[in-house]
């Protein structure tokens, strides 16, 4: 089965950028998607289809997806992004599925 | 608005079964695909099952194939998931979302209920 691989842990200070990355095998020949999800609180999407973003969410988060690695890429970092973010993918082979990465923590200095 | 509520989360004892359903509003349900997502305490995402919009494809993570079944009611706006031969791993919270046009991500989600299997 296709395997996600993020950093357990991103840390940046505050107006700096963050990048999270998301590891997998020609993971540039497929759609990524990232979610936030602050503690006790549902995920939420914040950038779909590598690059795009649903309406609401900052134009700060912006994403990439080439070769074997997917960045999510935080422009001025605020105290209040801090959360974990997660890549996910659909696997589109026999047996289609969702894969989410393991999750990365991204700690506001 | 969309809004998706779980219920049907509990505390069960291993090899039992229980039956969660998430009611949806503010969109029309029988065009979107729908999914069941999970978290166990203090751990990342994990996807569970997902149903196509007519029920014409259903597709189950290895974990839960064979003991898990997802199931929708368009007309009642609602998803379930039926879940037999409960083991402890499966303790998590279950997350509704609503899938997308084109498939591959979840634009919703719900607030999720606590499924926990102990003795």
């Known amino acids: 089965s296709y395997v996600l691989t993020q950093p357990p842990s991103v840390s940046v200070a505050p107006g700096q950028t963050a990048r999270i990355t998301c590891g997998g095998n020609?993971?540039?020949?497929?759609?990524v998607h990232w979610y936030q999800q602050k503690p006790g609180q549902a995920p939420v999407l914040v950038v779909y289809d590598d690059s795009d973003r649903p309406s609401g969410i900052p134009e700060r988060f912006s994403g990439s997806n080439s070769g074997n690695t997917a960045t999510l890429t935080i422009s001025r970092v605020e105290a209040g992004d801090e959360a974990d973010y997660y890549c996910q993918v659909w696997d589109s082979s026999s047996d289609p599925r969702g894969v989410f990465g393991g999750g990365t923590k991204l700690t506001v200095l | 608005e969309v809004q998706l509520v779980e219920s049907g989360g509990g505390l069960v004892q291993p090899g039992r079964s229980l039956r969660l359903s998430c009611a949806a509003s503010?969109?029309?349900?029988?065009?979107?695909?729908m999914h069941w997502v999970r978290q166990a305490p203090g751990k990342g995402l994990e996807w569970v099952s997902g149903?196509?919009?007519?029920?014409?494809?259903?597709g189950y993570a290895d974990s839960v194939k064979g003991r898990f079944t997802i199931s929708r009611d368009n007309a009642k706006n609602s998803l379930y998931l039926q879940m037999n031969s409960l083991r402890a791993e499966d303790t998590a919270l279950y997350y509704c979302a609503k899938g997308t046009l084109r498939a591959g991500y979840f634009d919703y989600w719900g607030q999720g209920t606590l499924v926990t299997v102990s003795s």
């Open positions: 149903i196509s919009w007519n029920s014409g494809s259903i």
């Open positions: 503010g969109f029309t349900f029988d065009d979107y695909a």
């Open positions: 020609n993971i540039g020949s497929k759609s």
